[in-house]
């Protein structure tokens, strides 16, 4: 293990333990909603607390504790293919100032007691958005990928690739799942590169793609499309079938050249990919992402 995770770990894990107080945490990473959800449960009693005075003694230990019960399930949050924003920690490229800062800027349900007065919780939902918008360090659009012979095109409204089956993983003679991150990079059969984070406006995009579950694309609407999918990719979206996998957190989706093609050719088309109007269908096991401690 790396030295400056042991130490993330060692200061969650004291985290864990406010003397002998009891206190756990539980929730999910929702990647439909670009979100993380907890719930942080404290044991009044091992705390010494009494109520009704020692409620706000309560809330302010909730309240400092959560952003070291949030930290292993940041850590390993997928930042791209190849790297978890712990990676990115042990790199320089992220601090664990800028990763408390974004935890304290979750949206926070006031804590409630359990019926017998034992328990205390409160939850909190902190938005991936925010992360990954912190971690958009470039200030112009990377040119995307240009042909010298473009194919014949019609202009799209949106990419909408689909990757919810079990996809042959780039280099080995296995199958899997597509898996969600904060920066997915799009590939073509060919292994040229259609798509990623520094292609998109910085000053228009926080997030570069949209995770959808497959009933979202099967809905009674004219296009098929969910209301709120169609406000990303408009009504009239190019559909692709991913035909593999690739990245060491398989998060890559590799599609089919002639459709990367279609992309490329047109400039209205590469715009799409300036306004990260761009969504990845994904098999619902991994849009969901639950985790509890201790």
Same mark, same amino acid.
């Given at each position: *293990?790396?030295?400056?995770?042991?130490?993330?770990?060692?200061?969650?894990?004291?985290?864990?333990?406010? &003397?002998?107080?009891?206190?756990?945490?539980?929730?999910?990473?929702?990647?439909?909603?670009? $979100?993380?959800?907890?719930?942080?449960? *404290?044991?009044?009693?091992?705390?010494? =607390?009494?109520?009704?005075?020692?409620?706000?003694?309560?809330?302010?230990? +909730?309240?400092?504790? %959560?952003? %070291? +019960?949030?930290?292993? %399930?940041?850590?390993? =949050?997928?930042?791209?293919?190849?790297?978890?924003?712990?990676?990115?920690?042990?790199?320089?490229?992220?601090?664990?100032?800028? *990763?408390?800062?974004?935890?304290?800027?979750?949206?926070?349900?006031?804590?409630?007691?359990?019926?017998?007065?034992?328990?205390?919780?409160?939850?909190?939902?902190?938005?991936?958005?925010?992360?990954? &918008? $912190?971690?958009?360090?470039?200030?112009?659009?990377?040119?995307?990928?240009?042909?010298?012979?473009?194919?014949?095109?019609?202009?799209?409204?949106?990419?909408?690739? =689909?990757?919810?089956?079990?996809?042959?993983?780039?280099?080995?003679?296995?199958?899997?799942?597509?898996?969600?991150? +904060?920066?997915?990079?799009?590939?073509?059969?060919?292994?040229?590169?259609? %798509?990623?984070?520094?292609? #998109?406006?910085?000053?228009?995009?926080?997030?570069?793609?949209?995770? #959808?579950?497959?009933?979202?694309?099967?809905?009674?609407?004219?296009?098929?499309?969910?209301?709120?999918?169609?406000?990303?990719?408009?009504?009239?979206? +190019?559909?692709?079938?991913?035909?593999?996998?690739?990245?060491?957190?398989?998060?890559?989706? =590799?599609?089919?050249?002639?459709?990367?093609?279609?992309?490329?050719?047109?400039?209205?088309?590469?715009?799409?990919?300036?306004?990260?109007?761009?969504?990845?269908?994904?098999?619902?096991?991994?849009?969901?992402?639950?985790?509890?401690?201790?």
């Amino acid at each position: *293990m790396k030295p400056r995770i042991c130490s993330c770990l060692l200061l969650v894990l004291a985290g864990l333990v406010f &003397g002998e107080t009891k206190i756990a945490v539980s929730g999910s990473v929702e990647w439909e909603r670009m $979100e993380i959800n907890a719930t942080v449960t *404290m044991d009044l009693a091992s705390a010494g =607390i009494r109520l009704p005075t020692g409620r706000i003694q309560a809330e302010e230990i +909730l309240r400092g504790e %959560y952003p %070291y +019960l949030i930290r292993p %399930y940041l850590l390993s =949050i997928p930042v791209d293919s190849a790297n978890t924003l712990g990676d990115l920690l042990n790199q320089g490229v992220f601090s664990l100032k800028s *990763m408390d800062s974004i935890s304290s800027s979750a949206q926070k349900v006031p804590p409630v007691l359990t019926f017998d007065l034992a328990f205390m919780s409160a939850r909190y939902t902190l938005s991936l958005n925010n992360l990954s &918008g $912190e971690l958009i360090r470039h200030n112009q659009p990377a040119d995307s990928m240009r042909i010298l012979i473009p194919v014949p095109a019609i202009p799209y409204t949106g990419i909408l690739i =689909i990757a919810d089956e079990a996809l042959p993983v780039h280099g080995k003679h296995v199958t899997a799942l597509t898996r969600p991150c +904060l920066f997915p990079k799009v590939w073509d059969t060919d292994m040229n590169l259609i %798509y990623e984070q520094s292609m #998109v406006d910085p000053q228009q995009v926080q997030s570069i793609v949209r995770y #959808v579950s497959p009933n979202q694309i099967f809905r009674s609407t004219p296009s098929g499309l969910e209301d709120e999918l169609i406000r990303l990719v408009g009504s009239n979206p +190019l559909r692709i079938i991913a035909q593999g996998v690739f990245g060491i957190h398989l998060t890559d989706p =590799i599609i089919d050249r002639q459709d990367a093609l279609q992309i490329v050719s047109l400039e209205d088309n590469r715009k799409l990919l300036r306004e990260g109007r761009i969504a990845i269908v994904l098999n619902q096991q991994v849009l969901r992402i639950p985790f509890s401690a201790p």
